[in-house]
T-cell receptor, first 113, second 107 residues
C-alpha cells in the first residue's frame, strides 16, 4: 500500500527545545513537501524538496530547516522551538512537481509549551 | 500573496440536501486537487483535475483554468460527509491551499 508515513503523530515540546519531524514515502517520489495547518489559514508551504539535497524555501520557512539525505525521507527540524510553531504539520510527496497528484501523511500535531 | 480563495468558510447542510464549495485562484493554475480532512486528521484525496469535470458518487468537481476557479458539488449529503474540505491549486511549483470549508451535516 503506497503511502506517506509521518512520525511522531503527537509531540509536546518545551520552548527552546529542538524538534525533529520525520516523513517517509515508499513510492520513489522525487518531490516532497512540508506544510503546516492552522485554523483559518489552510495549509501553508514551509519547504519543498525536489530530490536528495535539493531543497527550496516555501512561503513560511523562517524558524525551520529541512534535510533530505535519502529520496524516501524528508525531515523537518525546528531549532529552538517557539510557541507560535504549535501547529499540525503535514508532509506530502508527488512523483515530480509536474505531476500534481499528491499523497499526504496523516500529520503530526506539535504543541510547544 | 494569497493565491487561493476558498468559500464558504463554513457550511451547514441537512441530510439529503446539497451545495457547492468554490475556490477562486488569483493566478493561473495548471491543476486543482480537492481534499477532505477526516476525523483522524488525515487528508484524503478526493479529486485531481487538470481540466473539465470528474464525478465520484455524490461528489462532483469542476475546474476551469482559464476562468481561474474550481468547484466541488455535494449532493444528498450524509452525516459522514462532515469535515473540512480543502482545495489546492498547482502552478508548477507546489500546491497552494485554500483556507478550507468546514462542512457540518445535520440530521
Amino acid at each position: 500500500d503506497m503511502k506517506v508515513t509521518q512520525m511522531p503523530r503527537y509531540l509536546i515540546k518545551r520552548m527552546g527545545e529542538n524538534v525533529l519531524l520525520e516523513c517517509g514515502q515508499d513510492m520513489s517520489h522525487e518531490t516532497m513537501y512540508w506544510y503546516r495547518q492552522d485554523p483559518g489559514l489552510g495549509l501553508q508551504l514551509i519547504y519543498i524538496s525536489y530530490d536528495v539535497d535539493s531543497n527550496s524555501e516555501g512561503d513560511i520557512p523562517k524558524g525551520y530547516r529541512v534535510s533530505r539525505k535519502k529520496r524516501e525521507h524528508f525531515s523537518l527540524i525546528l531549532d529552538s522551538a517557539k510557541t507560535n510553531q504549535t501547529s499540525v504539520y503535514f508532509c506530502a510527496s508527488s512523483l515530480s512537481t509536474s505531476n500534481s497528484d499528491y499523497t499526504f501523511g496523516s500529520g503530526t500535531r506539535l504543541l510547544v509549551i | 500573496g494569497d493565491q487561493v480563495e476558498q468559500s464558504p468558510s463554513a457550511l451547514s447542510l441537512h441530510e439529503g440536501t446539497g451545495s457547492a464549495l468554490r475556490c477562486n485562484f488569483t493566478t493561473t493554475m495548471r491543476a486543482v486537487q480537492w481534499f477532505r480532512k477526516n476525523s483522524r486528521g488525515s487528508l484524503i484525496n478526493l479529486f485531481y483535475l487538470a481540466s473539465g469535470t470528474k464525478e465520484n458518487g455524490r461528489l462532483k468537481s469542476a475546474f476551469d483554468s482559464k476562468e481561474r476557479y474550481s468547484t466541488l458539488h455535494i449532493r444528498d449529503a450524509q452525516l459522514e460527509d462532515s469535515g473540512t474540505y480543502f482545495c489546492a491549486g498547482n502552478n508548477n511549483n507546489a500546491p497552494r491551499f485554500g483556507a478550507g470549508t468546514k462542512l457540518s451535516v445535520k440530521p
